[in-house]
């Protein structure tokens, strides 16, 4: 995957997610599968916790029906953070972090199954691929060719869809130019149909992710650890704005 | 010059065995002309005879040494070498450094000990040795050179100390 | 008794100990010594035989075949799930690493700290240091997801130019538990070599050449002994502080980590002790298993022996409840909310009741029963006490590992861990450390002889006013 070139301009990945705006609908989740060529895990062992889904949509809420307020929905995803947890505890170098898109990789050729980077990652965002899920026809004709299908005893996690990065990067250099604000999107934002996932360079002061994070709302998940995550919330609720 | 006779003495008991070692150098054999084996450990103190040098200390530092210098290497060599960025932490980190250099010492210091006894005893070595099994029984046995004319001498001396047996020492398969 | 010539031998004080009931004062021929041992060798019952072939179908169904299985569909068909991505595969390898440090205690600590009672039974636990490292290994393979690429944790020099993490717990795991194997297999060959050499003496046949080759043509020379002691000292010595940074940097796999209950300071020392804990206890079984099965070792192990273990599983049991409770009093007083809600998890979850029994097991039995010396020197007692308090241990290490990893900082994903194949490949391990072990007592001389007569050889009696007491020589 990409070679760490001295050339390639360095570019900072980043995401808003306003959990006003998402209702839930899941189709981030959808989208991320269709284009990660993530497996389906058959309904036993999703209900036993080893769904693989990239990307999970938590819910919550607050009162007991039928007074019921306030359910936010907050997608989680990995966070890609500038300290990663899950970086310096793998024992093969597979989790490491991209110099030139500054996000986090797991490299699955690498990938021995030890499973400390699961347990070490606070946001419990990365799955394991804990069998060789089957793809009956034509299922198989889904898949995406950019991307690699794993094989059992190795981990994987949300990639920020790094083929689409790579290609648009590619197509920018060789037309010498920058990539400009909107023109690389993952696939979980551009699914989304109200916009609450907005994906851009965070190194840009000019893009609407940058001009976003700066919102009163905007806040990290579990932020007191220090995994510095590239991966801005904005609060929703009735009491946004103020510490709800 | 007469001929130069071997002979192995077995005793049952320490006292016997030191005082005929302390006959033997009076009838003139040389401290390396003799040889005590033994079923437990004897110490040149309590045997009275020259302390041994060995070389396992030595070659066990140095082998903490080169333990040492290979967790240099794997904690700082390899990662200057090849770098990879990882979580936020730096290429070479004092505390895991640590870890890597004690394990790395410890276990050159370990395997070189072990090696250097091997070293120093010359083992494994299968050729023909002079022994008799009643050793491992607990016995020890006085394995002396001398002369043929002094051979019944110390023979008598020897029996009248308390040996057991007194045999002509031949190279035999263990 | 002898009545006359000799009366320092006698023991004839009013309420003290018959001296010959310590094997120190009760020496015998070394020749008859080593014909016991080789006698205990050799002597298989049918008995022998049945349980063997009995454990060798369960290694053969539940590791070997259970564990082809598991390799070949992949790790689904464990029970690891999220987010208790480790389970009983760790514990396991956490456990049989703690097994292991009993063999160095005994051989190492107790010899540096010159305490004669180690003398009998040293090889004996050593080969469970051995053994016990033998199913940690098979443990930490089976729980990896490509166990066949486990070769890249080696550091080896390589055209993609990579290397392993040592930023990584798990990266010093791997070299601390390899040093740790490679020391003590030879530190437990060391001592054995002049067995050895007495076996060769005393076997003909198939033996003969096994242990002629074994044995390295030692001798018994001068020389050979002094650099086998000077060897073997310096073993003593280092491999005491190798035992302690082992089951520590095991300890760091865990504390390292961000989880909570796991990030703990203490986990370093406490899970040391733990290890002594269930090693001595396992060192307590094996030795009245040897004892009880084996032909002549009425010997060499006595109600003594048990007697010291039994006090040092209870000193053990108290600094292990200390260490506990600094690290439960510690997170329960000042910890973050999620540590909190772990706690009460521990106690009142699901599995409270094996909080609740390892503590039992661990604390309460300990202290309920091995103050007393009658207990203690009782060998169906101290063997039902070590089982329990392994029992217990093995608790501990499941509460740390998949019962605390279900309570991490995301509530959504929160969700209990059931075993499913592991149970299978736990007996599997059991029964080939059983097997093995079994193996080992009819090829290699149980008893360390020649240590068992310097031992004798130093003990005497004498008499101080009106007691006749013993003494210990120094003759090393």
Partial sequence: MGTQSATTSVYKWGMVIDQDLCIGCQACVTACVMENNISFVGEADAGYGRTMHWIRIERFWEGAYPDVKNTPFQPVLCQHCEHAPCEPVCPVFAAVHSLSQKTNLQVYNRCVGTRYCANNCPYQVRVFNWSDFSRPEPLSNMLHPDVTVRRRGVMEKCTFCLQRLLQAEDKASSDGRQLADGEVITACAQACPTNAIVFGRIDDPTSQVSHLAADGRAVHLLEDLGTLPSITYLKGGPSYGRNG | MSEIKTFLALFDEIDPAVAAIDRLREQGVKDDQMNVISGIPLTDHILGRPRIWSNVPRLALGGAVAGMLFGIFLAAGITNLYPLKIGGQGLVNGAPTVVLLFEMTMLGLLASTFIGVFLDSTFPSYRPKEYIADISDGKIAILYSIQEEKVSEVENMLNSLGAQSITPSERQPL | ?476
């Avoid at chain 3, 454990?55 to 082809?68: A, F, P, Y």
């Avoid at chain 3, 464990?78 to 456990?95: D, E, H, K, M, Q």
């Avoid at chain 3, 050449?209 to 073993?235: P, Q």
């Fill in chain 3, 1 to 476: 008794m002898v009545a006359t010539a000799e009366p320092l031998k006698q023991a004839h004080t009013v309420g003290a100990e018959d001296p010959h009931e310590h094997l120190m004062l009760d020496p015998k021929p070394r020749g008859e010594m080593n014909g016991m041992v080789m006698d205990a060798m050799h002597t298989t019952s049918w008995k022998f035989w049945v349980v063997a072939v009995f454990l060798g179908l369960i290694v053969l169904t539940c590791l070997l075949i259970s564990w082809g299985y598991l390799i070949a569909e992949g790790l689904g068909v464990a029970g690891v799930n999220r987010p208790s991505f480790w389970g009983i595969f760790l514990v396991n390898t956490v456990y049989w690493i703690g097994i292991s440090h009993a063999g160095t205690f005994v051989s190492a600590l107790l010899r540096v700290m010159k305490a004669e009672f180690r003398r009998p039974f040293t090889r004996a636990a050593e080969l469970m240091t051995t053994f016990g490292l033998i199913q940690a290994g098979f443990s930490i393979f089976m729980h990896m997801g490509r166990v066949w690429l486990a070769y890249w944790l080696f550091p080896y020099p390589n055209v993609r130019t990579l290397w392993p993490n040592f930023h990584s717990p798990l990266g010093w795991d791997f070299l601390a538990i390899n040093t740790y194997l490679m020391a003590s297999t030879m530190y437990l060959f060391l001592p054995l070599i002049p067995d050895l050499a007495m076996a060769r003496d005393r076997s003909t046949g198939w033996r003969k050449v096994f242990y002629r080759i074994l044995s390295l043509g030692f001798r018994g020379t001068e020389g050979e002994w002094t650099h086998l002691r000077t060897g073997m000292t310096i073993f003593a010595w280092a491999i005491i502080p190798v035992m302690f940074s082992v089951h520590t940097i095991v300890a760091w796999d865990f504390a390292a980590a961000t989880r909570p209950g796991w990030s703990s300071t203490i986990f370093g020392p406490y899970f040391v002790i733990g290890a002594l804990q269930s090693g001595i206890a396992a060192v307590g079984m094996v030795v009245v298993l040897i004892r009880a099965t084996m032909k002549n070792m009425k010997y060499f192990i006595r109600p003594e022996h048990l007697d010291a273990l039994g006090k040092l599983m209870l000193i053990v049991s108290m600094i292990w409840a200390y260490f506990f409770f600094n690290d439960y009093l510690v997170q329960w007083y000042g910890g973050d909310k999620f540590t909190q809600m772990l706690l009460e998890f521990h106690e009142k979850g699901p599995m409270g009741w094996m909080w609740f029994g390892m503590l039992i097991c661990n604390v309460a039995i300990p202290f309920l029963t091995l103050w007393n010396k009658k207990i203690r020197r009782n060998p169906s007692m101290l063997f039902t006490i070590g089982l329990l308090i392994n029992v217990g241990m093995w608790f501990e290490r499941y509460i740390i590992i998949p019962v605390s990893l279900t309570i991490n900082r995301m509530p959504f994903t929160w969700k209990l861990y059931f075993p499913r194949i592991e149970i299978l490949l736990s007996i599997g391990t059991l029964a080939f450390f059983v097997l093995i072990y079994m193996i080992a007592s009819r090829l290699i001389p149980l008893v360390p002889v020649w240590e068992v007569q310097e031992g004798q050889l130093a003990h005497g009696l004498r008499k101080v006013g009106k007691a006749e007491v013993k003494t210990v020589s120094e003759i090393e």
